[in-house]
């Protein structure tokens, strides 16, 4: 379960992003809030998450990805613990 202090504490930036309502609006809004850096790194952890879920070895994910072993075992803590990734990588897309 995600702490409540968490969420409270970042409540702004959570509606700020549910209230984004395409691709083009999620770039935009991506491109000025974070770093290239930071954005690869973010979609890194995400595309670890989806190859863990199907699978992967770490070997085959860090092979593909490029993620640091540091990194991917953070990543696969939350697969494995928590419920993000799982409700994220599940979820039909439209």
């Known amino acids: 379960m995600t702490d409540p202090k968490f969420i409270e504490d970042n409540r702004e930036l959570f509606e700020a992003i549910l209230s984004l309502e395409s691709i083009d609006e999620c770039g935009a809004f ?19 998450a989806k190859l863990l879920l ?13 993620i640091s072993s540091a990194t991917l075992s953070r990543v696969s803590k939350c697969v494995r613990h928590g419920d993000g990734y799982k409700t994220v990588l599940t979820k039909p897309r439209p």
């Open 54 to 66: 199907a699978g992967k070895t770490y070997e085959q994910i860090i092979a593909e990805t490029n």
């Open 30 to 48: 991506f491109s000025d809030l974070l770093t290239y850096n930071e954005a690869e790194s973010m979609s890194q952890r995400i595309r670890a």
